[in-house]
Nanobody, 126 residues
């Protein structure tokens, strides 16, 4: 079992920045590929970014590419999402997820993830 707890959400003006964290506990964090997803009101959950458990490989949704950066610190068992140049359409609940994928594997499909956090609200005002 892996427990995930997100933090760092909040209210920010358009053009601003936020940094989300996802702290993991339980089984060996370094064995898990990690991802960030988001869900806006009335919409389906969508992929945002993913990182392999080695940290070597990352992948982003087109909508956030160049603005968001995913990273991880396996020693601290934490994955991060740095969000810059935020837009009102980035408003959503952001979730982190973990999957026991091989070394450099990226996981972008939500149903492949075994563990999910409770989510943190990000609101971007115009």
């Amino acid at each position: 079992q892996v427990q995930l707890v997100e933090s760092g959400g909040g209210l920010v003006q358009a053009g601003g920045s936020l940094s989300l964290s996802c702290a993991a506990s339980g089984r060996t964090f370094g064995s898990y590929a990690m991802g960030w997803f988001r869900q806006a009101p009335g919409k389906e959950r969508e992929f945002v970014a993913a990182i392999s458990w080695s940290g070597r490989n990352t992948y982003y949704a087109d909508s956030v590419k160049g603005r968001f950066t995913i990273s991880r610190d396996n020693a601290k068992t934490t994955v991060y999402l740095q969000m810059n140049s935020l837009k009102p359409e980035d408003t959503a609940v952001y979730y982190c997820a973990a999957d026991p994928a091989p070394f450099n594997t990226i996981v972008v499909v939500s149903h492949q993830y075994d563990y999910w956090g409770q989510g943190t609200q990000v609101t971007v005002s115009s």
